[in-house]
């Protein structure tokens, strides 16, 4: 894969203007719907995110209830998103994978518990323990055939040379010791379906998943292929010497896959196609319905943990992202950090958004388009936090968040063991950021200082909290606070020089 940004001409950010300020004109673009709660909140976001397009989806107990279409998939040319727009789905791509692999499963060809070893020959000896499952979870130790940066990438023209390359490449690490995001686990997984398939994996999904669910916009690919209605893709990070920078407009982005790696990030797709193939997975007419529990159970380590990207996706079952917790658990495929699939066992619940922005990561706001269709989900309730945070964000929503050190000192007199930890306190106030509550978040930060006057990262937080309100002076203070506390913080140390 590789990802080209390519920088916008005066022209294109003219209309990147023209564009931000007439965002909201162009919610649901194809009908003549009057906006709901859910409409106001996705223009709210895409303002807040610059997200030019995107699509949403949303399925209940087997049926969509929701198709709409916001903003452009082209900025250059004023053309707005519609239901047939299609969006490179970059990593969504896998739970395909992992859906196929688990029909090879029901098959009988293929058992996820064996060595990659029985399936393919002429792999290094080092890879020869390692299973199916280890491939589909990312805990093979496998050397990655993609750099981290973005010089060197993987292309047609070069497949073979990278794919000869990693294979003199010793171990990450043994097979089950660590989780790492991987895409030579994708590449042996095509080779795999190629092999006991008889043909192409490309063409074994086309048979068995996207024929069967009737999906004609949903193909396998990358941008070297014209497809009509596709999305241009955008980006706000480009790269000077090696360092990653952050863009004040959009600059295009151009996403080469080759061949060997489409198993990894080749699909593009429409969000209302995606809910079909969500309805039919559901309805048994791609697995058993017994085979939904394997398909998304989380990769264990050697030691019986589970892991994965962060936080929220704490886990990665086969190809399938996973939220494990204890209320509403997911499903969650992501994809090119613009693209996200969350499915809400529990709750017969599944949502599709796609957009053209890398940077979107719509999987940090699926929770709170899940609370407009379960209340107990909706931010007012406090959800996602650890049960004494969220007894405070109760308290507080009733008393004011002024209130916040005042309530949080009186419950540490009462019981000595109260307990705020300072990272979940910091992921807090971000959180009320996110859902434009600056002011809110400003007195969670502040809570944070007092409670931990030692920490570099709290003044951090605070200080970025208050540039965000335009607070000069105190930005200034506490980012000269924080950098005393760390003299290694780089961010403080470039905002204190640009003053």
Same mark, same amino acid.
């Given at each position: 894969?590789?990802?080209?940004?390519?920088?916008?001409?005066?022209?294109?950010?003219?209309?990147?203007?023209?564009?931000?300020?007439?965002?909201?004109?162009?919610?649901? &673009?194809? &009908?003549?719907?009057?906006?709901?709660?859910?409409?106001?909140?996705?223009?709210?976001?895409?303002?807040?995110?610059?997200?030019?397009?995107?699509?949403?989806?949303?399925?209940?107990?087997?049926?969509?209830?929701? #198709?709409? %279409?916001?903003?452009?998939?082209?900025? @250059?040319?004023?053309?707005?998103? #519609?239901?047939?727009?299609?969006?490179?789905?970059?990593?969504?791509? =896998?739970?395909?994978?992992?859906?196929?692999?688990?029909?090879?499963?029901?098959?009988?060809?293929?058992?996820?518990?064996?060595?990659?070893?029985?399936?393919?020959?002429?792999?290094?000896? &080092?890879?020869?323990?390692?299973?199916?499952?280890?491939?589909?979870?990312?805990?093979?130790?496998?050397?990655?055939?993609?750099?981290?940066?973005?010089?060197?990438?993987?292309?047609?023209?070069?497949?073979?040379?990278?794919?000869?390359?990693?294979?003199?490449?010793?171990?990450?690490?043994?097979?089950?010791?660590?989780?790492?995001?991987?895409?030579?686990?994708?590449? +042996?997984?095509?080779?795999?379906?190629?092999?006991?398939?008889?043909?192409?994996?490309?063409?074994?999904?086309?048979?068995? !998943?996207?024929?069967?669910?009737?999906?004609?916009?949903?193909?396998?690919g990358d941008a070297h292929d014209v497809l009509p209605h596709a999305a241009r893709g955008y980006t706000f990070a480009h790269y000077v010497n090696g360092q990653r920078r952050r863009s004040s407009q959009p600059r295009n982005l151009f996403e080469v896959?080759?061949?060997?790696?489409?198993?990894?990030?080749?699909?593009?797709?429409?969000?209302?196609?995606?809910?079909?193939?969500?309805?039919? +997975? %559901?309805?048994? !007419?791609?697995?058993?319905?017994?085979?939904?529990?394997? +398909?998304?159970?989380?990769?264990?380590?050697?030691?019986?943990? $589970?892991?994965?990207?962060?936080?929220?996706?704490?886990?990665?079952?086969?190809?399938?992202?996973?939220?494990?917790?204890?209320?509403?658990?997911?499903?969650?495929?992501?994809g090119g950090g613009r693209s996200a699939v969350f499915f809400y066992p529990q709750d017969d619940l599944a949502i599709v958004v796609l957009t053209n922005l890398q940077g979107a990561n719509?999987?940090?706001?699926?929770?709170?388009?899940?609370?407009?269709?379960?209340?107990?989900?909706?931010?007012?309730?406090?959800?996602?936090?650890?049960?004494?945070?969220?007894?405070?964000?109760?308290?507080?929503?009733?008393?004011?968040?002024?209130?916040?050190?005042?309530? &949080?000192? =009186?419950?540490?007199?009462?019981?000595?063991?109260? @307990?705020?930890?300072?990272?979940?306190?910091?992921?807090?106030?971000?959180?009320?950021?996110?859902?434009? $509550?600056?002011?809110?978040?400003?007195?969670?930060? =502040?809570?944070?200082? #007092?409670?931990?006057?030692?920490?570099?990262?709290?003044?951090?937080?605070?200080?970025?909290?208050?540039?965000?309100?335009?607070?000069?002076?105190?930005?200034?203070?506490?980012? %000269?606070? #924080?950098?005393?506390?760390?003299?290694?913080?780089?961010?403080?140390?470039?905002?204190?020089? =640009?003053?």
């Amino acid at each position: 894969m590789k990802t080209i940004a390519r920088r916008p001409t005066a022209f294109l950010a003219c209309l990147w203007g023209v564009f931000m300020l007439s965002l909201g004109s162009f919610s649901r &673009a194809e &009908a003549r719907i009057p906006a709901d709660s859910l409409d106001l909140y996705i223009n709210m976001k895409m303002q807040q995110l610059r997200i030019p397009g995107l699509q949403l989806v949303v399925v209940r107990k087997g049926k969509v209830v929701k #198709s709409a %279409q916001y903003g452009l998939a082209n900025i @250059q040319d004023s053309i707005p998103v #519609s239901r047939h727009t299609r969006f490179p789905i970059n990593s969504i791509t =896998k739970a395909f994978v992992g859906v196929a692999v688990m029909q090879l499963v029901e098959a009988g060809q293929l058992d996820l518990a064996a060595p990659i070893s029985r399936y393919l020959t002429g792999l290094p000896a &080092a890879w020869h323990p390692v299973t199916v499952r280890q491939l589909l979870t990312h805990t093979s130790g496998l050397p990655d055939i993609m750099p981290q940066d973005e010089v060197g990438q993987v292309t047609e023209g070069n497949e073979s040379a990278a794919w000869a390359k990693v294979q003199t490449q010793p171990l990450d690490f043994a097979a089950g010791e660590q989780f790492a995001y991987n895409q030579t686990n994708y590449l +042996l997984l095509g080779k795999l379906i190629d092999q006991l398939s008889g043909g192409p994996f490309a063409r074994f999904i086309q048979t068995r !998943q996207l024929d069967v669910v009737g999906m004609p916009r949903t193909t396998v690919g990358d941008a070297h292929d014209v497809l009509p209605h596709a999305a241009r893709g955008y980006t706000f990070a480009h790269y000077v010497n090696g360092q990653r920078r952050r863009s004040s407009q959009p600059r295009n982005l151009f996403e080469v896959v080759s061949p060997s790696l489409r198993t990894a990030a080749g699909i593009s797709s429409t969000a209302e196609e995606l809910g079909r193939w969500l309805v039919a +997975l %559901q309805q048994g !007419q791609l697995l058993k319905t017994s085979s939904l529990a394997a +398909l998304w159970t989380p990769g264990t380590l050697n030691n019986g943990s $589970q892991r994965g990207f962060s936080k929220l996706l704490n886990g990665y079952a086969l190809g399938w992202p996973t939220v494990g917790r204890a209320e509403h658990p997911a499903v969650a495929p992501v994809g090119g950090g613009r693209s996200a699939v969350f499915f809400y066992p529990q709750d017969d619940l599944a949502i599709v958004v796609l957009t053209n922005l890398q940077g979107a990561n719509p999987d940090t706001f699926m929770d709170e388009i899940a609370g407009h269709y379960l209340p107990d989900m909706r931010p007012a309730t406090g959800f996602g936090l650890s049960p004494g945070l969220r007894a405070l964000h109760l308290e507080l929503r009733q008393r004011g968040f002024a209130q916040a050190l005042a309530v &949080a000192t =009186k419950a540490r007199k009462k019981n000595p063991a109260y @307990q705020l930890p300072e990272d979940e306190v910091n992921a807090w106030g971000y959180n009320l950021l996110k859902q434009a $509550q600056p002011n809110n978040a400003l007195e969670v930060f =502040k809570l944070n200082v #007092s409670l931990y006057p030692q920490s570099a990262n709290a003044y951090d937080s605070l200080a970025e909290i208050y540039a965000e309100l335009g607070n000069r002076e105190l930005a200034r203070k506490n980012y %000269q606070r #924080s950098l005393a506390l760390n003299p290694q913080n780089k961010g403080a140390a470039e905002y204190l020089k =640009k003053l």
